[in-house]
């Protein structure tokens, strides 16, 4: 079991920033995958960043040169730097944990923290 605490969340305007974190524990952090998913009203929940155990990243296309996802493994947080935010990045974001064990992805979710983006 992995539990999963977010924080950071706020309101904030058009153009600014927020870095929200996401600390984890219950299992060996750093065999996991850490991705930050947003869940808008009426929307689907989608994949806003990803990180492998590895380090390597991936971003949705709408955040890509505005969000960056980092780890620290020996503080067992992932982090997901926001800047230059838009209206429509307004949605809770969780934060997940991943791994595949025997052939099967096991996923772990956060509570949920609210951004929203408005003047």
């Known amino acids: 079991q992995v539990q999963l605490v977010e924080s950071g969340g706020g309101l904030v305007q058009p153009g600014g920033s927020l870095r929200l974190s996401c600390v984890a524990s219950?299992?060996?952090?750093?065999?996991?995958?850490m991705g930050w998913y947003r869940q808008a009203p009426g929307k689907q929940r989608e994949l806003v960043a990803h990180i492998t155990t590895g380090g390597s990243t991936d971003y949705a296309d709408s955040v890509k040169g505005r969000f960056t996802i980092s780890r620290d493994n020996a503080k067992n947080t992932v982090y997901l730097q926001m800047n230059s935010l838009k209206p429509e990045d307004t949605a809770v974001y969780y934060c997940?944990?991943?791994?595949?064990?025997?052939?099967?992805?096991?996923?772990?979710w956060g509570q949920g923290t609210q951004v929203t983006v408005s003047l």
């Open positions: 219950g299992s060996i952090f750093s065999l996991y995958g």
């Open positions: 997940n944990a991943d791994r595949i064990l025997s052939g099967l992805r096991i996923d772990y």
